[in-house]
C-alpha cells in the first residue's frame, strides 16, 4: 500500500503534468494565432504527452490501491513575445520538472517504496529526453535569430512532428 506521505507526493505530481499539459496548450493556441502552424504542432504533441504522464501516474496510483484527488489547475501564461521566449520557458519548466520527479524519487527512497522508485525510473529518464529536445530546438532557434527564413525552415521541420503514445514497461 502507498504511504500517505507517497500518495500525496504523486497527487501533486498529477496536478504538475495537468498544468504542463495546459502551459503547453497554451503556447500550441499562442503559435496558432501568430502563424506558426509547425510550432503549434509540436506544443499540441508536448499536451498530449503531458496528459499521457498524468494518465500513467494515476493508473499507478489506483494500481497500488491508493486514492486520486484531482486539485484546481493553476492558472498559465498565454502570450510568449518570440518562438525563443517560449522554448526558454519550456526548458526552465522541464528543468523544473526535472526537480520534482527527483524529489518523488527521493520520498519513495525514503518510504522505502521500491514499486514507486521502480514505476519512477521511467520519468526519470523521460525527463532526460525533455530536456534535450528541448535545448536542441532552442540551439536551432539561437542559431537563426533575426532570420525570418530560418525560422520558416524551423517551423516547418517542428510541424513534421508525429504523436506517438508513451511504451511504459510494466
Ligand atoms: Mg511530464
Redesign the pocket.
Known sequence: MLSTKMQDALNVQINA?LW?AYLYLSMSLDASNKGYKGIANWFAIQFK??QD?AQILIDYVLARGGKVALAPIEAVQTEWDTPLAMFSDTLAHEQK?TSLIDNLCRIASEEKDFATSSKLVW?VN??VE?EENVRDILDQLSMVEGSKMGLYMIDKELGARVYTAPSVAE
Open positions: 503534468e504542463s504527452e503531458e504522464h520538472v520519468f523521460e525527463q525533455e
